[in-house]
């Protein structure tokens, strides 16, 4: 059973494009998270999603950050105008979408440096 | 969620266990004491929940305190390959799955 999916590994960006990280969950799980982790600093909760539905983006910046689950393929984490801030790493992590279970399975990350 | 705390950084010498300490001295009773680690910049890694039984699967061992107020994960024979960053999270339910909190967690070194 392959593990969580990121695409890219690493990405580089140069100031005001845009970054597309994607994140194939587990086979079988319909919830999917994305955290942040910012250079020497701890793992940050942005959005959860089920398919199709965003439940919770209480850590997404007000601005310049989507995320999306689409019925069919991946879960996008686009960010516009990419700014030197950004450059981190991006976490993505899946659940199943059943029962009662907080066991979150993470994905390799998606390294992200704007220069 | 209750909050935890842990110690910052701990030592062990390979092959023998490692024993991870985590308070949570407010935690109430729906909460479940989560852990995972993070191995040196890779995506954080489940190992191992429990409500108020002790748990045990082939990655680790939880202890949970009878009050619940503090728990312990052992690794029973740690090897070089467990150097990381340990996070103890508790988490209650509330309908749904949820995000998870990192703390700082502990940093374990295993020695050769």
């Known amino acids: 059973n392959a593990g969580v999916m990121q695409n890219p590994r690493h990405l580089v960006r140069r100031r005001g494009q845009e970054a597309r990280l994607r994140c194939s969950p587990m086979k079988g799980h319909s919830h999917v998270y994305w955290y942040r982790q910012l250079p020497e600093e701890g793992l940050k909760f942005m959005v959860y999603l089920q398919k199709e539905n965003i439940i919770d983006e209480s850590g997404m910046p007000k601005e310049r950050f989507s995320a999306e689950f689409p019925k069919e393929g991946p879960s996008i984490l686009r960010i516009q105008q990419v700014v030197r801030g950004d450059s981190a790493a991006y976490f993505c992590?899946?659940?199943?979408?059943?029962?009662?279970?907080?066991?979150?399975?993470f994905g390799p990350g998606t390294r992200l440096t704007v220069t | 969620d209750a909050k935890t705390t842990q110690p910052p950084s701990m030592d062990c010498a390979e092959g023998r266990a490692a024993n991870l300490p985590c308070n949570h001295s407010?935690?109430?009773?729906?909460?479940?004491v989560y852990w995972y680690r993070q191995i040196h910049s890779q995506g954080p890694q489940y190992i191992i929940h429990g409500l108020k039984n002790n748990e045990t699967n082939e990655m680790a061992s939880l202890i949970i305190t009878e009050d619940r107020k503090s728990s312990t994960l052992i690794l029973p024979h740690a090897t070089l390959r467990d150097t990381a960053v340990y996070y103890c999270i508790v988490l209650g339910y509330r309908g749904s799955a949820r995000q998870l909190t990192f703390g700082s967690g502990t940093q374990l070194t295993v020695l050769p």
């Open positions: 992590a899946s659940s199943p979408g059943q029962g009662f279970s907080y066991e979150q399975y």
């Open positions: 407010t935690i109430s009773g729906n909460e479940y």
